[in-house]
């Protein structure tokens, strides 16, 4: 019987594997005794500069994007106990998308850096949005209102998006791409500009847990043991717009990270978020840089967006996850 | 819902036939109302005509011009509409009955994505002409639903786990379709992102054939079977106990669902949220009674009537896809649906 201290450890273990090798693996051929020793001596050579200027920051930048997308699903799920919520399904990554689309075509930004601002305020505009509108006067916020609220909030900015890029085809060539969900091309500037935003959310989620737990005995139990339940939510909406809305500006919406790594988790130590969380925040990246390596290998000399395969990786597990049982409890 | 079969039941000589008044009225209001529209619709535009033109066109005494504007160019692009209006309606009110869930429609469950995936390969990749893009479309769609059924057959029956693989399915789908667009050229990427939202411009008498001729099969098949899908209301066990065939009543009325989402689709692109909101409404309408297939199939069809007739009149010049206005309508009306359960206080 593995305990679950040794199965985490065998995880990090795991995403350290992960990470070499998508240092490792990329269009151009570079060895393996190469590419560690140009990792720790950089010499100024061509493969020096290919891994130091390019894949080292986008691994990174896929541990923070991975990680943030699968901490702000697990945070989403067990604030609306809802074994669907995901940041695509409520809307907050479309708030993202929005933002960069008014970047784009109103403002004529062009480039990560300036989109990650207005994706920001998108996603965080839209979670409000969804949170308000899902939450009832009387009653606190219900998982299925949460997820009408999303798709509605999500149908009316994909019209607002589609209707300003059928108007101005410019905008909207320089929007598919960054729309597919893509690490390439984003340098240490990205990583240093939302490493706050990341850094924040990832120890307000970690410091979540236990009110978490006590959420998921139901909110009159919860309340009846004195807890604060309407500061968790709003502690946890304040977590889930910091960590989606950077991780969605840095990279483009990505799907199924957020959805199927939390599940995942669970099905391995089951409901205690105390263990979900990190778990979570150290599978989750595996997925995406796993993902990222995939992308490049299979598409090469080009190369498949990471959110296209981690869509293909993801959804697969999760349709087994949910053929194989009764959704792992919330 | 402690009535599942509403309305009286009229005897004739050992014939008896049900109704409900208030959801028969609901029909004729629809009706009604979209008559009107359908009449306002074909007189305006650059060319205006009285209704009393209009109609005159209609049963055959017009005026050669009159002729040549409502019946070649306003009456496909308004019959196709209101075809695919209620198809959509229609897939929609069976898919959200079965599935027991307010958004268990085809374009959330992942059908209209499969659909959308087919026609883009079409595009992108094989550059085919409109009816290959159709074909690819209607493809797409059932394919995708075999798929989901497949998946989600087991243990515990269909129904339950049908929306979750749906849904899993429809965010792969959409993925794919994303790198489509990413790999095609520029134009191609235009055309594909342009077909992605349903539009009526420049639809004619082909489109309403191919409708028409899958409405006219699958609503009398989707009608026989919607009876026993009040059964199913009851439960599995009780329908069974009361022989209803569960299983193939429910094959049936997916494969019906689907088939009309995917004509739909194929006939015009994707157009969003009719199918969610219309059996939502036609259900607020009529109170519950029945099923409610015709009555979401006379609001489907009066909704993306209207939203053309709106497109069209409010921007003449963009030819904005009328997809556009129903994903703008369908949000906005469920942002009110949501607001007024707020305020009536129910969860």
Avoid at chain 1, 31 to 60: A, C, K, N, Q
Avoid at chain 1, 189 to 216: E, K, Q, S, W, Y
Wanted: hydrophobic share 55%; with cysteine; charged share 10%.
């Amino acid at each position: 019987m593995i305990t679950r201290t040794t199965g985490l450890l065998v995880a990090v273990v795991a995403l350290g594997f992960v990470v070499l090798t998508g240092i490792w693996l990329g269009t151009k051929d570079i060895s393996f005794l190469e590419t560690w020793r140009v990792l720790w001596h950089p010499d100024g050579s061509p493969d020096s500069i290919i891994i130091h200027d390019y894949r080292v920051p986008r691994t990174i930048l896929g541990l923070l994007v991975g990680a943030a997308l699968g901490l702000s699903g697990a945070l989403m799920q067990a604030l609306t106990r809802n074994p669907l919520a995901d940041p695509g399904l409520l809307g907050v990554s479309l708030g993202a998308s929005s933002g960069v689309v008014v970047a784009i075509a109103f403002v004529g930004v062009s480039g990560v850096l300036g989109y990650v601002w207005f994706a920001f305020v998108g996603a965080a505009i839209a979670a409000v949005v969804v949170y308000l509108l899902g939450s009832a006067g009387r009653t606190l916020a219900t998982p299925e209102r949460l997820v009408l609220a999303g798709a509605a909030v999500t149908a009316v900015l994909y019209a607002f998006n589609t209707a300003v890029l059928l108007v101005d085809p410019r905008a909207f060539n320089q929007f598919r791409f960054w729309n597919a969900g893509s690490l390439a091309g984003r340098d240490y500037d990205v990583v240093t500009a939302l490493l706050p935003f990341l850094a924040v959310g990832i120890a307000l989620a970690l410091a979540l847990a236990r009110p978490l737990n006590v959420l998921a005995l139901g909110e009159e139990m919860s309340r009846a043991l004195g807890a604060n339940v309407g500061r968790t939510r709003i502690a946890g909406a304040v977590a889930v717009t910091l960590l989606c809305g950077a991780a969605t500006a840095a990279a483009g919406p990505i799907g199924f990270v957020g959805l199927a790594v939390p599940h995942v988790a669970r099905l391995i130590v089951g409901p205690d978020q105390r263990w979900v969380l990190p778990y979570t925040l150290v599978l989750s990246p595996i997925l995406l840089i796993g993902s990222d390596t995939l992308g490049r290998v299979i598409g090469s000399p080009g190369e498949v967006q990471v959110g296209i395969v981690t869509a293909f990786v993801g959804a697969p597990v999760f349709l087994a996850l949910c053929r194989r049982r009764k959704l792992s409890a919330l | 819902m402690s009535t599942l079969i509403t309305g009286r039941v009229v005897r004739l000589r050992g014939y008896s036939v049900r109704f409900d008044p208030r959801a028969l009225a609901v029909a004729v209001g629809l009706v009604v109302a979209l008559a009107v529209v359908s009449v306002f619709s074909l007189g305006t535009g650059d060319f205006a005509l009285s209704p009393g033109a209009v109609i005159d066109s209609l049963v055959g005494d017009g005026t050669p011009i009159a002729d040549f504007i409502v019946q070649t160019i306003r009456l496909p692009r308004l019959l196709t509409a209101v075809l695919v209006g209620g198809a959509l309606g229609a897939s929609g009110a069976i898919l959200q009955r079965l599935s027991g869930n307010p958004l268990g429609s085809p374009d959330i469950i992942g059908f209209t994505y499969g659909s959308a995936t087919g026609a883009l390969i079409m595009i992108t990749v094989v550059h085919g002409s409109m009816m290959a893009i159709a074909g690819g479309a209607l493809v797409g769609g059932l394919a995708t639903a075999v798929l989901i059924y497949a998946l989600a057959f087991g243990r515990g029956g269909v129904a339950s786990r049908f929306v979750l693989v749906g849904i899993g399915v429809g965010a792969m789908l959409l993925s794919a379709n994303s790198y489509l667009i990413t790999r095609a050229s520029w134009q191609d990427a235009l055309a594909a992102q342009a077909w992605l939202f349903g539009t009526l411009n420049g639809r004619g008498w082909q489109q309403v054939i191919l409708i028409g001729v899958a409405i006219a099969v699958l609503f009398p098949i989707a009608g026989y079977f919607a009876r026993k899908l009040a059964l199913l209301d009851l439960g599995d066990d009780m329908a069974r106990a009361l022989g209803v065939g569960v299983d193939w009543a429910r094959f049936a009325l997916i494969v019906t669902s689907v088939a009309l989402a995917a004509f739909a689709t194929a006939a015009t692109g994707p157009i969003w949220f009719v199918a969610l909101a219309a059996p939502q409404l036609a259900h607020r309408l009529a109170r519950g009674g029945g099923p409610g297939m015709m009555t979401s199939a006379w609001m489907g069809a009066l909704l993306l009537a209207l939203s053309d007739l709106g497109v069209q009149r409010l921007f003449p010049d963009t030819q904005l896809p009328v997809g556009t206005a129903t994903g703008v309508l369908g949000g906005l009306y469920l942002i009110w649906f949501l607001a007024t359960r707020r305020r009536e206080g129910r969860a």
